[in-house]
């Protein structure tokens, strides 16, 4: 699935995404983590994946979008 950076606070290695209709979704440092990434900027299009369905959906990934 892809979506947009939002927030990220390095320090947290934490933040939120917006999905493509609106939706902020957080995520932690894990899902960070298995992304790869060392830093994340606002309005950037990401990949990632989740677990679960509505308010208990997570996101256990966080990926650049590539082309």
Same mark, same amino acid.
């Given at each position: 699935?892809?979506? #947009? ?6 320090e947290?290695? =934490? ?7 609106? %939706? ?16 994340l900027?606002p309005?950037?299009r990401?990949?990632i @994946?989740t677990?679960? @369905?509505? @308010? =208990?959906? %997570? ?6 979008? #590539?082309?």
């Amino acid at each position: 699935m892809q979506a #947009t950076a939002y927030t990220y606070d390095a320090e947290t290695r =934490s933040g939120q995404v917006l999905l493509d209709d609106g %939706t902020p979704v957080p995520f932690d440092a894990a899902a960070f983590d298995a992304g790869g990434l060392r830093l994340l900027r606002p309005g950037q299009r990401v990949r990632i @994946e989740t677990a679960g @369905e509505g @308010e =208990s959906r %997570t996101i256990t990934l966080v990926t650049l979008q #590539t082309f």
